[in-house]
């Protein structure tokens, strides 16, 4: 928690409510609906959905549409990196444009 910046959000986007320990951040309290301040380490920090997942808690869910494209373009990644990730030096990048790109566009056609 000591490296959490100043009046950064924490939202969970994982698989599971306990992703954040948000007992560790101590004592919260609510700014607007679905957003609490906490001041861990004296320094203010806003805690989305109480840490629980915020497509669930806060939003509309996981739809299977949004869920098939998050997989295609993780498959788009994963083919982009076997085929030519040895050509990057070390390090993180982002997937290039016309990887994910393909994939929004063949989204948007359905």
Avoid: Q
């Avoid at 969970?12 to 004592?27: F, M, R, S, T």
């Avoid at 700014?31 to 997942?53: D, K, N, Q």
């Avoid at 030096?89 to 016309?98: A, D, F, I, T």
Wanted: with cysteine; hydrophobic share 45%.
């Amino acid at each position: 928690m000591k490296y959490l910046k100043t009046g950064c959000f924490l939202l969970n986007v994982g698989h599971v409510p306990d992703e954040i320990d948000v007992k560790a951040l101590g004592a919260r309290r609510e700014i607007i609906p679905h957003v609490e301040e906490t001041r861990p380490h004296g320094r203010p920090v806003y805690l989305f959905a109480g840490g629980s997942m915020a497509n669930l808690t806060a939003g509309w869910g996981d739809s299977l549409n949004a869920f098939d494209v998050t997989l295609a373009t993780m498959m788009a990644g994963l083919g982009f990196i076997c085929t030519r990730g040895s050509e990057g030096k070390p390090g993180l990048h982002p997937l290039p444009r016309p990887v994910w790109s393909a994939v929004a566009a063949a989204a948007a056609s359905i």
